[in-house]
């Protein structure tokens, strides 16, 4: 059967090469004439004769395969691009979705650009989210900004006018704690962890390897509490770098095959809100956490390369972009946001995770 096709690919060369070469020489004075349907039809040749080559075929599947990985790259970069409709709320009403309400009506969408359309992201709903879900072990951990998330993907998942979202929020918020729901109706357990420093992070993730039990998903960050209580983005980063090595060690082995080896787990990072100085509620914070060291704790976390845009394993939830384009009218305290900001950072990582586990609803 080789031989044949050999034999015909042999055939099919001698009835267009050897015309063509007879050609050539008769239009030798017409050399661009000549060269171009040589070109034309070699190209036509290959594409017609690539199949019976595994070789050539594979080299075209790999190529594809590039796009394909170079487009789900490229969608990761740009899933933070949001937007904001910001308008003045009415008097005597307030935010009903959670206890970080401000003075405005927020609505959001990611921008309208050529490459962000292309990605097709898209506001889940209840039962979207329940889908993706289905059957996960969540994990949500770092200090109040990572409790807000928390909070906006239960409210999600349950419903923000269900029952139970009373009790979550009763129990979620309390001072310093941890807490642990199970969805029953799709099989999904979300913990919260309080873990309002690096090295308390580093620790969960630690725990994580040593009982060889991971999560499907973790969501965490850190930043303001180190900022107020220890101050120094030196040691922050020191923190920050032991943190990525030891979150290195969870994420998914590739071989050289292509395929992943051992556990697959989607991890994310929640970006530092902007922090508006004047609106801080203690002179101590206004001190400690001023713009200086603001700018001084975002540098490091870049330079840490703990996120995925600098090299590293977590794929960062931009909330300092979210909080600046949305702006002090977003918040009463100059820390904490509207449930609005939480809830777009609930939706970036979704997006992200149908890209990373390459799913579609």
Not at 56 to 85: F, G, K, L, T
Not at 171 to 200: C, N, Q, T
Not at 221 to 242: I, P, Q, T, Y
Not at 336 to 347: I, L, N, Q
Request: one cysteine or more.
């Amino acid at each position: 059967m080789l031989g044949a096709i050999h034999f015909g690919v042999l055939a099919a060369c001698f009835v267009l090469f050897v015309p063509m070469a007879m050609a050539g020489w008769h239009l030798s004075r017409h050399k661009m004439l000549f060269f171009s349907g040589a070109l034309f039809i070699s190209l036509a040749v290959c594409v017609h004769l690539t199949p019976y080559f595994p070789s050539v075929s594979d080299i075209v599947a790999s190529v594809s395969s590039v796009v394909v990985y170079d487009h789900r790259v490229s969608c990761i970069n740009e899933v933070n691009q949001i937007v904001w409709d910001v308008k003045p709320r009415p008097k005597n009403t307030t935010s009903s979705s959670s206890s970080n309400g401000s003075s405005s009506n927020l609505s959001w969408d990611w921008v309208k650009s050529r490459k962000v359309l292309s990605c097709e992201f898209q506001k889940l709903d209840k039962f979207d989210v329940s889908e993706l879900l289905n059957g996960s072990w969540v994990v949500v951990a770092g200090d109040s900004q990572a409790r807000f998330v928390a909070l906006s993907l239960l409210n999600l998942v349950l419903g923000s006018g269900s029952e139970a979202m009373g009790s979550v929020r009763e129990e979620l918020f309390k001072r310093h704690s941890d807490y642990s729901v199970v969805v029953k109706e799709i099989g999904m357990k979300l913990d919260f962890v309080w873990a309002p420093y690096e090295k308390d992070l580093d620790d969960l993730v630690v725990s994580y390897k040593k009982r060889s039990k991971f999560p499907d998903v973790v969501i965490m960050g850190s930043g303001l509490w180190h900022m107020l209580h220890v101050n120094n983005a030196s040691d922050f980063g020191f923190r920050l770098k032991e943190l990525r090595s030891h979150v290195e060690s969870l994420v998914p082995v590739t071989t050289k095959g292509g395929s992943v080896s051992g556990r697959s787990m989607h991890m994310f990072w929640i970006g530092m809100p902007v922090l508006i100085n004047g609106m801080l509620n203690s002179e101590e914070k206004k001190e400690k956490m001023s713009d200086t060291v603001w700018h001084e704790y975002d540098r490091t976390l870049g330079e840490s390369k703990i996120l995925r845009q600098m090299g590293g394993p977590l794929i960062l939830l931009d909330v300092q972009s979210f909080t600046w384009n949305c702006g002090p009218q977003c918040t009463l305290d100059g820390m904490h946001y509207d449930s609005a900001v939480y809830d777009a950072a609930v939706h970036v990582m979704l997006n992200a995770l149908l890209i990373e586990s390459h799913q579609t609803l």
